[in-house]
């Protein structure tokens, strides 16, 4: 037997045990066609570095279901996996190499590539480690990368599928441009800031006559690409003008002044600029008014040939040099300042622009259809409910979405064009020849897909889709997609969207969104403010199952955890309590060994003692509670509970009341004792997995051999809650006595009363008198009463002494004066603290009835003084009422 160590040493716990499950190929389900598995497909973290506590929050939640599920007997998969996260690992890249001196286009695509690979596999390792260290039991042997053969596989066969529908185009559209990043971003992709700027009011003169017309614009700059001016038409201030046309500044060119009912009367002049090439409402416009389309812009922001004189500028020179030509010229009529939403690269910060780019879409709206009607219709369940309404009012709005990239890391896009014939080729195999021609000069799209796109297919990709494999048979639909709510548009949708189109099932029952960490004060956790907390470091430091613990408990669905040195220190103080309280009962059961029939027979009969029937019947509606919150989602408030009960019913009353009879030859309380620690451990097994393996392996050991079947903690069964032992009598008697002996305990402290001494006590109680009188060696042991008398109401004698009475629920208790103080020494201490006090109060008095005092001195100083005041003669109130009950 191993010599159980006096103090919990989290490091060299969790990796022995986090071995032995992985040996054991516990992480592993057996498939059983005859039972329903509990299935999660891990959100894949990005493969950019280190994990973060909102990972480590995924991480728990998930593995605390995956665990309990595991335990409830159901075959349980936590498929684990890594996301190459596209532009996010180009940009780290990029920087890493910037650093080094190295840029990207000089070292060309192939051998960039190179350098990803190298950075992702380190990536890969550390975060594979972080896992486990959090007690992650996920099955390793499933692991997926995003773009590992199968997923790659997944990602074109949805591609080709998509496009033979017409649900996937090539086509001209206004998009988001990073010039720093040099790719097309989807609208998710672009955080919008508001910015104050200016309006600028820039005059166009007249093509014949004179006079001018008037634009307000933030972007003049985008005037070299202006290819109308455009009015409403129920706009009487310019209905002499339309069919005219205007000369543009510095560049001449001529263009025509038309009406368009989308013209916005109060914005501005009420003449608007239009730059069909820059805008998407222009865009639009210039389809309907078949207006020419003119790009300004090279990929880099800076102006291209068509700006003129201004060609080669950059962006934001070229608004300064524009303003000052206008400016000269007497055409800039007045700017004003304008604070306006501008949007930026989510990845670089990089102010993006809206230009007309060809780009591969996906026709959104039947998509959505169907994956609204799965929610609406109840298939698929959001949790907290009230982000169904977010994640529906998304979907009504969505528009189509650009899924190409001008970048080189990610899924390159499965279409080739012919040099030949210029044939468009799509296909999920790399084609030899042209389809048409039969050429063999075919060229691929130099495009990668939007990192989302093979994130929408990971439910069912990392299961085997396109093939027809067991495990997408037996595990798809998923149970539970657990992730942040923050990515409810970017992911959760497009998985619902891309499950069913490509499966024609919904990816999952259930969707559950945790809130995000934020530090202890409640701030967002961010490099700029210092505050980051490490997930590793917190486990080196309070070992992991305290950090699970702080992540977890008390928390709720969708709400914000804040999470801070406090709560870190109360989930190692419980590691450290349970230590301490299954110990107590190892070295007792080493001292006096049970055979395992004392604790199978607590399964079927009913133990005599009152605290142990109390404590079966209590332990019993725990489970039944911790069940139904599981079941409910609401794990915060399990552990809550688990927490609660151990802390307080089983370790400070009947731990503390099972050592009088421990020893005795009366029944022992050892099979009891027994019988909830083990079960207590599996029950927060779930939630803190390797002090309760490491205490219940302990358990094991000193228990006749063959009683705790099972070689794990981790494969035994949850604990079921047993009807039969819920004693509504017991939990009335016990709920009294516990009562009385905290009455008795608060009495004592609030008198001072020196925790050693024994003082005399009476108990007076109706009904409940015999069976509080059971309990009497309890009652004077943990309130240290003696003499103690128990009767019942009616035998109350008024003996006339001087007493303290407290009246409780079921019964009355009588503390005699005489034997909780030293009279003459209470009342000598009284004395003197009423001495004190009267003196403090007559100087305050004093003081208030001074008039220079009260006319100088600034209010708040005596009103401050007054309330001293105030309390000093409160207080002496009640000193002279406890002196009068002493004599
Ligand atoms: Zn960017
Ligand atoms: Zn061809």
Known sequence: MSEIAKAYDSGQVEQKWYRFWMEQGYFTPQIDPDKKPFVIIMPPPNVTGELHVGHALTATLEDIMVRWHRMKGEPTLWLPGVDHAGIATQVIVEQKLAREGIDRHTLGREKFIEHVWEWVNKSRQSITYQHQKLGASCDWTRERFTLDEGPVRAVRTAFVRLYNKGLIYRGERIINWCPRCQTALSDLEVQHKDITGNLYYLRYPLADGDGFVTVATTRPETYLGDTAVAVNPKDKRFKDLIGKKVILPVIGRIIPIISDSAVDLTFGTGAVKITPAHDPVDFEMSGRQSLPVIHILNPDATMNEQAGPYAGLDRFTCRQKILEDFEKAGLLEKTESHSHAVGHCDRCQTMIEPEVSKQWFVKIAPLAEVATKAVVEGQIKIIPERFTKVYLNWMENIHDWCISRQLWWGHRIPVWYCQECNELIVSAEEPATCTHCNAAKLVQDSDVLDTWFSAGLWTHSALGWPDDTEDLRYFYPTSVMETGYDILFFWIARMIMMGLEDTGDIPFHTVYLHGLVRDEKGDKMSKMRGNVMSPVESTDVYGTDALRFALTTGTSPGNDINL?????????????????????????????????????????????????????????????????????????????????????????????????????????????????????????????????????????ERLPEGTLGPASIMIAPYPAADEKTIDPEAEQVMDSVIEIIRSIRNTRAEHKVAPARWIEAQIYADKLAPAIMLQSEAIETLARARPLTILNRDRRQTKGEKALAMVLKEAEIVLPWAGMVDLNAEKQRLEKEIDTNQKETARLKERLKDTAFISKAPPAVVEKERSKLQAHEDKLLRLRQELTQLS
Request: proline share 5%; net charge negative.
């Open 564 to 700: 801070g040195q406090h709560k870190l220190e109360a989930g190692r103080n419980l590691a450290n309590k349970l230590w301490n309280a299954v110990r107590f009962v190892l070295k007792s059961l080493e001292a006096l060994p049970i055979d395992g029939q004392e604790l199978t027979k607590l399964e079927t009969e009913r133990p005599e003692p009152l605290e142990d029937r109390w404590i079966l019947s209590r332990f019993n509606r725990l489970i039944g509670e911790v069940h139904e919150s599981m079941a409910d989602f609401q794990f915060g408030e399990a552990e809550r509970q688990i927490h609660d009960f151990f802390w307080g019913e089983f370790c400070d009353w009947y731990i503390e009341i099972s050592k009088i009879r421990l020893g005795r030859s009366t029944i022992s309380p050892l099979p009891v004792l027994t019988f909830i620690s083990e079960a207590l451990l599996r029950l927060l097994h779930p939630f803190m997995p390797f002090i309760t393996e490491e205490l219940w392996q302990n358990l094991k």
